[in-house]
Structures are given as structure tokens and as C-alpha cells.
């Protein structure tokens, strides 16, 4: 019997981005395709985001002495600004003089410092974590994982459709803009493949027909702990979240999960 403690979770963030159409209709998302020989969700289709890092951490302490959030959550949200930045070039979150040549400049440096607070103290910019909005939190806890994601979600919309992107080159190989709704039917049609929390956050925003719409529910659904089970009914086992935390689909076939 293997009596030995679970791993501590790793501490992660991720951020859902939005943008107008180009077109009109459903707003758009911004996801990524992993890299497949990344060890966690390699080739699955996801949104931007990695793990909080010490820097982020440092940094949310000096946020937190504000007295506007807590440190930890400051940090979360640093890193979703940070990892913005580093894997799709785009400054969210933040205030100053910035345009695109400043932003690609501005990545540049990150790539090189890997951490945010020197590249603010370089271009004189602050940090606008107004722009940003808690929309959720998943801790797919399992003993049996070696490798766990304790992961908040937030939201933050371009408004604009005309936006560049470009990949970082290391954890991704292909950025994309899609409707939440595209973005499912293109998993059933075996194009993209998905992991259970990013099917299930890809359903929620189907939901909405605009930014707004997503903050206003965002805003009025507090952020609760998701953790999905594992429960057996009519002789089949399925994974299941919690049924009140605004996700219109809460169950799926554990055969049909695809696993990160």
C-alpha cells in the first residue's frame, strides 16, 4: 500500500479572452494548441495560462498592500497577465504608453527576465487588474495524478476583432480565435480535442452573447472550488461538478473523458 502523501497542488492561472467577431454574431475566444510533448494537456486545445510562479507571488505581495485583494489572489492574477503576454503577445491588464511594438518589446524582455515586475519598471507601466474578472476555479484533485492544477479562470475582453497574435514557440504551436460554440462542434468533428474542465468552460460561455453577458454571470456566481467526482449511476461511472455554479452541462461519461 503506498501510504505516501499526494503531491501539493501546483498553483495556476488562465485567462478567457474575448473579442468581437469580425463578422458580427457570437464573440470569439482565444485558444491555444499545446505543444504535444507538453507534459500536462499536451495537443488538447486550451485557453492561455500556466502556473503562478514565485515572481507572480513577490509581486502580489506589493498588490496586496493595497489592501484591494488578497495576496494570493493578486499573484493568480499576475501570472494570468504575465502568461498573457509571454504566450500570445497581447498586454492585458495593464496601463501605461502601449501599443504593438512596445508589447512584442515587452514580451521580448519577459522571455528573457521571466518575470513581470522588471518589464513594468522598463516601460513604466502599472498594473490594471480591473480588467480582468474571476469567472472560475478548478481543482481536479486526484491522488493517482502526479501532477495537479489548482487552476482560476478569469475573463478579459479586446473588444476590437482586429487583434495580432502570434505563438510563443514553446508550450504552443497554433493560436486561434473561435465562438465557444465553434470550438465544441470542432471537438465532435475530432479537429481539437479538449479536457473536461475546458469542455465544460467552453459550454458556460456558449451561454452568452456578449462579454458583458459572461461578467455579469461572472460577477454574480461567487468563484467556488470546483473538484469534480467521480459517481456511478445506472450501472456507468461519470464525472461530475457541482450543479449551481453556473455550468449548464455538470456530468460526463468517464469513459468519454479525455484526460490531460
Do not use: C
Not at 500536462?40 to 492561455?48: K, L, R, S
Not at 491588464?93 to 522588471?118: S, V, W, Y
Not at 486561434?176 to 479537429?191: D, I, K, P, S, V
Not at 456566481?221 to 459517481?231: A, C, E, F, G, L
Amino acid at each position: 500500500m503506498n501510504n505516501q502523501p499526494a503531491p501539493p497542488a501546483i498553483p495556476a492561472a488562465t485567462i478567457i479572452i474575448f473579442r468581437n467577431a469580425p463578422s458580427g454574431g457570437q464573440p470569439q475566444v482565444l485558444m491555444t494548441i499545446r505543444s504535444k510533448g507538453m507534459v500536462f494537456a499536451g495537443g488538447m486545445a486550451v485557453f492561455p495560462g500556466g502556473r503562478v510562479d514565485p515572481a507572480d507571488f513577490a509581486l502580489g505581495e506589493a498588490v496586496a498592500a493595497s489592501g484591494a485583494m488578497t495576496a494570493d489572489e493578486a499573484a493568480h492574477q499576475i501570472a494570468a497577465v504575465r502568461e498573457t503576454l509571454e504566450e500570445t503577445g497581447l498586454a492585458l491588464g495593464l496601463a501605461g504608453d502601449i501599443d504593438a511594438a512596445r508589447a512584442g518589446e515587452a514580451r521580448a524582455m519577459l522571455a528573457q527576465t521571466g518575470a513581470l515586475a522588471p518589464v513594468l519598471e522598463a516601460f513604466g507601466w502599472q498594473l490594471d487588474l480591473a480588467q480582468i474578472t474571476p469567472f472560475a476555479r478548478w481543482f481536479p484533485k486526484n491522488e493517482k495524478i502526479p501532477r495537479v492544477y489548482d487552476t482560476r479562470f478569469y475573463l478579459a475582453n479586446l473588444g476590437t476583432g482586429a487583434v495580432d497574435v502570434s505563438i510563443d514557440h514553446a508550450e504552443n504551436t497554433h493560436l486561434f480565435w473561435t465562438t465557444a460554440q465553434g470550438a465544441l462542434e470542432a471537438a465532435e468533428r475530432g479537429e481539437i480535442k479538449l479536457i473536461f474542465p475546458t469542455r465544460r468552460n467552453l459550454e458556460r460561455l456558449a451561454l452568452f452573447d456578449s462579454y458583458e453577458e459572461a461578467r455579469a454571470q461572472a460577477e454574480a456566481i461567487p468563484v467556488r472550488t470546483i473538484m469534480p467526482q467521480i459517481v456511478e449511476q445506472g450501472g456507468q461511472q461519470w464525472l461530475t461538478i457541482l450543479t449551481d455554479a453556473g455550468y449548464p452541462v455538470t456530468a460526463e461519461l468517464l469513459e468519454n473523458v479525455a484526460r490531460g
